[in-house]
C-alpha cells in the first residue's frame, strides 16, 4: 500500500472513531491551531480548544459574555489592526461555545444587530415632509431629497450586514460564515422565528453573491492529488458511498471524470463535486456505473452520465452552485471529447416512497372512513382513486397473510411498509408492483408540485438547471437506500444543449415540465 493510500484509510478510521461533533448541524470547523484533519461530520482535534473548552476566554460561565462582548467590537471597530484581531478572537470564540449559547448568541443577532427601525420611521417622516415643503429652487430641493434618500438607503441596511463583510475579507471567514449559516439553520429548525428567517436570508444571499461563478475554480479531481483532497471526496459523497479505496481509484480512473468547485478563501476544499462517466448509451442502473468492469475506451463513448452531485457544505444550502457546474463540466467536457453528444444524468428520486406512503396511508384512511358514512360526506371531498381498476384487482390477488388488506391501496402499503422490504426480491411480486410503482412514479416526477415546481427535491435540481424527464427505470439500484427511497426506481435526466436555457425559463415561469413522450405514455 502506498502512502498515499495507507493516509486515507488511517484519516477515515481516525474519524470513525472520534464522533465529536462540532457545530449544531453536525458540520466541522477548523479553528485556526487544529490541524487539517477534516472529513465529513468528524474532525480529529489535536489542540485544546474545542467546542465548550473555554480556557482562553475564562470560566464557562463567563465564556458567553465575552464572545458576545467580542461580536459587538467586531461590529464597531475601525482600527483595522484592531478589527483584524478581534475578528479573529470572535471566530475562536464563537467555536469555544456551547451549542446552547451558540444559539442564544445568534438569536441576540439577529434581534439585537437588525435594522434600527426607529431611524427608519424618523427618515421617512423627514421625507414625507419634505415632499409637502418642497422648495422652489429644484436644485435645492433636489439635492435634499438625495441625502435623505442615501440616508434612508443606509438605514434599512441590518447592523450585522458591517461583521457579515468584516469577516468575509477575514482569512477563514468565508468558511465560518457558512459554518455559521449552518448552525442557523439548525436553530430554525426548532424556533423559526421573523427575525431569525431574516437572518438567514440575508446571509444567504451575501453568500450567494461571493460564491458567483466568477470567483469559483473548476478542478478536475484526480488519484494524483493530495491524499487530504481525496479523503474529502470519500467522507462527503452523498449519492453512492464510496466502499473502498479501489472503489476510488476507479471513480477517478479511465473513463471517469470528477470535477469540483473550489473557492481561494477555502483551499483544497470543494464546495461541490459532479463524478461523471463516459459510455456508450445511457445506463438505466446503477449497477452499470459503480460495479461492471470495465469501461470502455474513452474515445468509444458518446454520453456523459452524471451519476452523482454532492454539496459539501451544509451552510451552503440552497445556494445553487450545482447549475453553473455542470453547464461548466458540460463545456468542458464538449471542447475535450467531441465525440460525446449526449449529456444524461442517472438520479435518485429521494421522496417518492415517502410521498407514496402518506398517499395511500391517507387515502386508505378515507376509503375506510367512506365505507362507514355517506358518499357527500366531508372525508370524500379528499378521497381519489390512487389505483386503476386493472391494478386494484391485480393487487387483491395478492391479498394474503402477509400482506392483508380489503382493497388495493391497503395491500400495496403494507406491502412496501414492510421493514424487510421482501417485496423487492420476489418473483411473485415484483411482476405486479412494477407496472404500478413505475406508473405512480411518472406522476409523482411529472404531476406533483409544491409552489408549482416539481415536488421531488433532485427533480427541482436539474430541472432549473435546463433538463428534461427523459425516463425512468425499474430496479435501477437495488441497495436499501434506494428501495427505501424510491423502490429501486432512478431516472434519467438529459440536458439537450440547444434547449437548456428554454426549459429552464419555462420551468421557471409556468413550472412546466418537459417530458420524453415514453415518461407521458405512463400515465
Given at each position: 500500500?502506498?502512502k498515499?493510500?495507507?493516509?486515507?484509510?488511517?484519516?477515515?478510521?481516525?474519524r470513525?472513531?472520534?464522533?465529536?461533533?462540532?457545530?449544531?448541524?453536525?458540520?466541522?470547523?477548523?479553528?485556526?491551531?487544529?490541524?487539517?484533519?477534516r472529513?465529513?461530520?468528524h474532525?480529529?482535534?489535536?489542540?485544546?480548544?474545542?467546542?465548550?473548552?473555554?480556557?482562553?476566554?475564562?470560566?464557562?460561565?463567563?465564556?458567553?459574555?465575552?464572545?458576545?462582548e467580542?461580536?459587538?467590537?467586531?461590529?464597531?471597530?475601525s482600527?483595522?489592526?484592531?478589527?483584524?484581531?478581534?475578528?479573529?478572537?470572535?471566530?475562536?470564540?464563537?467555536f469555544?461555545?456551547?451549542?446552547?449559547?451558540?444559539?442564544?448568541?445568534?438569536?441576540?443577532l439577529?434581534?439585537?444587530?437588525?435594522?434600527?427601525?426607529?431611524?427608519?420611521?424618523?427618515?421617512?417622516?423627514?421625507?414625507?415632509?419634505?415632499?409637502?415643503?418642497?422648495?422652489?429652487?429644484?436644485?435645492?430641493?433636489?439635492?435634499?431629497?438625495?441625502?435623505?434618500?442615501?440616508?434612508?438607503?443606509?438605514?434599512?441596511?441590518?447592523?450585522?450586514?458591517?461583521?457579515?463583510?468584516?469577516?468575509?475579507?477575514?482569512?477563514?471567514?468565508?468558511?465560518?460564515?457558512?459554518?455559521?449559516?449552518?448552525?442557523?439553520?439548525?436553530?430554525l429548525?426548532?424556533?423559526?422565528?421573523?427575525?431569525?428567517?431574516?437572518?438567514?436570508s440575508?446571509?444567504?444571499?451575501?453568500?450567494?453573491m461571493?460564491?458567483s461563478?466568477?470567483?469559483?475554480?473548476?478542478?478536475?479531481?484526480?488519484?494524483?492529488?493530495?491524499?487530504?483532497?481525496?479523503?474529502?471526496?470519500?467522507?462527503?459523497?452523498?449519492?453512492?458511498?464510496?466502499?473502498?479505496?479501489l472503489?476510488?481509484?476507479r471513480?477517478?480512473?479511465?473513463?471517469?471524470?470528477?470535477?469540483?468547485?473550489?473557492?481561494?478563501s477555502?483551499?483544497?476544499?470543494?464546495?461541490i463535486?459532479?463524478?461523471?462517466?463516459?459510455?456508450?448509451t445511457?445506463?438505466?442502473?446503477?449497477?452499470?456505473?459503480?460495479?461492471?468492469?470495465?469501461?470502455?475506451?474513452?474515445?468509444?463513448?458518446?454520453?456523459?452520465?452524471?451519476?452523482?452531485?454532492?454539496?459539501?457544505?451544509?451552510?451552503?444550502?440552497?445556494?445553487?452552485?450545482?447549475?453553473?457546474?455542470?453547464?461548466?463540466?458540460?463545456?468542458l467536457?464538449?471542447?475535450?471529447?467531441?465525440?460525446?453528444?449526449?449529456?444524461?444524468?442517472?438520479?435518485?428520486?429521494?421522496?417518492?416512497?415517502?410521498?407514496?406512503?402518506?398517499?395511500?396511508?391517507?387515502?386508505?384512511?378515507?376509503?375506510?372512513?367512506e365505507?362507514?358514512?355517506?358518499?357527500?360526506?366531508?372525508?370524500?371531498?379528499?378521497?381519489?382513486?390512487?389505483?386503476?381498476p386493472?391494478?386494484?384487482?391485480?393487487?387483491?390477488?395478492?391479498?394474503?397473510?402477509?400482506?392483508?388488506g380489503?382493497?388495493?391501496?391497503?395491500v400495496?402499503?403494507?406491502?412496501?411498509?414492510?421493514?424487510?422490504?421482501?417485496?423487492a426480491t420476489?418473483a411473485?411480486?415484483?411482476?405486479?408492483?412494477?407496472?404500478?410503482?413505475?406508473?405512480?412514479?411518472a406522476?409523482?416526477l411529472l404531476?406533483?408540485?409544491?409552489?408549482g415546481?416539481?415536488?421531488?427535491s433532485?427533480?427541482?435540481?436539474?430541472?432549473?438547471?435546463?433538463?428534461m424527464?427523459?425516463?425512468?427505470?425499474w430496479?435501477?439500484?437495488?441497495?436499501?437506500?434506494?428501495?427505501?427511497?424510491?423502490?429501486?426506481?432512478?431516472?434519467?435526466?438529459?440536458?439537450?444543449l440547444?434547449?437548456?436555457?428554454?426549459?429552464?425559463?419555462?420551468?421557471?415561469?409556468?413550472?412546466?415540465?418537459?417530458?420524453?413522450?415514453?415518461?407521458?405514455?405512463r400515465?
Open positions: 500500500m502506498s498515499k493510500n495507507l493516509a486515507i484509510l488511517l484519516r477515515a478510521r481516525m470513525s472513531s472520534n464522533p465529536t461533533k462540532f457545530s449544531l448541524s453536525q458540520f466541522p470547523e477548523i479553528q485556526s491551531n487544529t490541524q487539517e484533519n472529513s465529513g461530520d474532525i480529529v482535534d489535536n489542540s485544546n480548544e474545542g467546542i465548550g473548552n473555554s480556557s482562553k476566554f475564562g470560566t464557562t460561565g463567563r465564556v458567553y459574555d465575552v464572545v458576545r467580542t461580536m459587538h467590537s467586531a461590529t464597531s471597530a482600527k483595522t489592526g484592531v478589527l483584524d484581531i478581534t475578528l479573529s478572537d470572535f471566530q475562536e470564540g464563537y469555544s461555545l456551547s451549542l446552547e449559547d451558540r444559539e442564544k448568541l445568534l438569536l441576540e439577529a434581534k439585537e444587530y437588525d435594522v434600527n427601525r426607529e431611524q427608519v420611521r424618523e427618515l421617512i417622516k423627514q421625507y414625507l415632509g419634505l415632499e409637502k415643503s418642497a422648495s422652489d429652487d429644484k436644485e435645492v430641493s433636489s439635492s435634499v431629497f438625495y441625502r435623505v434618500e442615501r440616508n434612508l438607503r443606509h438605514s434599512l441596511r441590518p447592523t450585522y450586514e458591517v461583521l457579515f463583510e468584516r469577516l468575509n475579507t477575514h482569512p477563514g471567514g468565508l468558511r465560518f460564515l457558512s459554518i455559521l449559516r449552518a448552525d442557523l439553520l439548525s436553530i429548525t426548532k424556533e423559526n422565528t421573523p427575525s431569525l428567517r431574516t437572518l438567514d440575508f446571509l444567504k444571499e451575501k453568500l450567494g461571493w460564491l461563478p466568477a470567483t469559483l475554480e473548476l478542478h478536475q479531481i484526480t488519484w494524483d492529488d493530495p491524499a487530504s483532497l481525496l479523503e474529502k471526496i470519500v467522507a462527503y459523497e452523498a449519492v453512492h458511498p464510496i466502499s473502498n479505496l472503489d476510488l481509484k471513480r477517478l480512473g479511465i473513463g471517469r471524470r470528477c470535477f469540483g468547485y473550489f473557492h481561494p477555502i483551499p483544497g476544499e470543494p464546495l463535486f459532479i463524478e461523471v462517466a463516459l459510455m456508450e445511457v445506463a438505466q442502473t446503477i449497477q452499470e456505473v459503480l460495479w461492471d468492469n470495465p469501461p470502455i475506451p474513452e474515445n468509444q463513448a458518446t454520453c456523459a452520465l452524471f451519476y452523482s452531485i454532492s454539496s459539501t457544505q451544509p451552510g451552503l444550502a440552497g445556494i445553487n452552485l450545482g447549475k453553473f457546474l455542470i453547464k461548466r463540466v458540460i463545456t467536457v464538449k471542447k475535450d471529447m467531441p465525440h460525446v453528444s449526449t449529456f444524461a444524468t442517472l438520479s435518485p428520486i429521494p421522496g417518492f416512497m415517502q410521498w407514496l406512503l402518506s398517499k395511500l396511508s391517507s387515502q386508505s384512511r378515507f376509503a375506510e372512513d365505507r362507514g358514512t355517506q358518499s357527500n360526506s366531508p372525508s370524500s371531498t379528499f378521497s381519489e382513486k390512487v389505483l386503476l386493472g391494478e386494484e384487482q391485480a393487487l387483491m390477488s395478492l391479498s394474503d397473510d402477509s400482506s392483508p380489503s382493497n388495493g391501496m391497503e400495496l402499503l403494507n406491502l412496501l411498509s414492510a421493514k424487510d422490504c421482501d417485496w420476489s411473485r411480486l415484483l411482476p405486479v408492483l412494477e407496472p404500478i410503482l413505475m406508473r405512480l412514479c406522476r409523482y404531476q406533483e408540485k409544491k409552489r415546481k416539481a415536488l421531488d433532485v427533480a427541482n435540481f436539474h430541472l432549473q438547471n435546463g433538463a424527464v427523459e425516463r425512468i427505470n430496479m435501477a439500484d437495488r441497495s436499501e437506500k434506494g428501495i427505501h427511497q424510491s423502490g429501486g426506481i432512478m431516472v434519467n435526466y438529459v440536458y439537450r440547444e434547449n437548456i436555457e428554454d426549459y429552464a425559463q419555462s420551468y421557471f415561469g409556468s413550472g412546466k415540465i418537459h417530458a420524453s413522450p415514453g415518461i407521458h405514455s400515465l
